[in-house]
Nanobody
Framework: QVQLVESGGGLVQAGGSLRLSCIYSSIYTINTVSWHRQTPGKAREWVAEISDRTLYDRSVKGRFTVSRDNGKNTVYLQMNDLQPEDSAVYYC?????????WGVGTQVTVSS
């Protein structure tokens, strides 16, 4: 069984920062964890991921940083210089045995 729970979302002014957390529980080793976001009426989009390296979408590169603490089974998404277009529900995801496993999401709202 694998479960993911996100936290850390909220309301912030443009230029501000938030740190999202994704706590995972699993009897299996979790390697790759990715962050995605979705706004109403749009497809969910990939933002960043961490495995043995980190990767970022160009829209967040230089502003967002993904990291992990294996001792706490937690992956973080540090988001700096947030802009209104970053407003979305943010989800973390992993994949095991060919199945995508998603958290329930956390809302991030950036006011201008």
């Amino acid at each position: 069984q694998v479960q993911l729970v996100e936290s850390g979302g909220g309301l912030v002014q443009a230029g501000g920062s938030l740190r999202l957390s994704c706590i995972y529980s699993s009897i299996y080793t979790i390697n790759t964890v990715s962050w995605h976001r979705q706004t109403p009426g749009k497809a969910r989009e990939w933002v960043a991921e961490i495995s043995d390296r980190t990767l970022y979408d160009r829209s967040v590169k230089g502003r967002f940083t993904v990291s992990r603490d294996n001792g706490k089974n937690t992956v973080y998404l540090q988001m700096n210089d947030l802009q209104p277009e970053d407003s979305a529900v943010y989800y973390c995801k992993t994949r095991k045995f060919g199945t995508d496993i998603w958290g329930v999401g956390t809302q991030v709202t950036v006011s201008s």
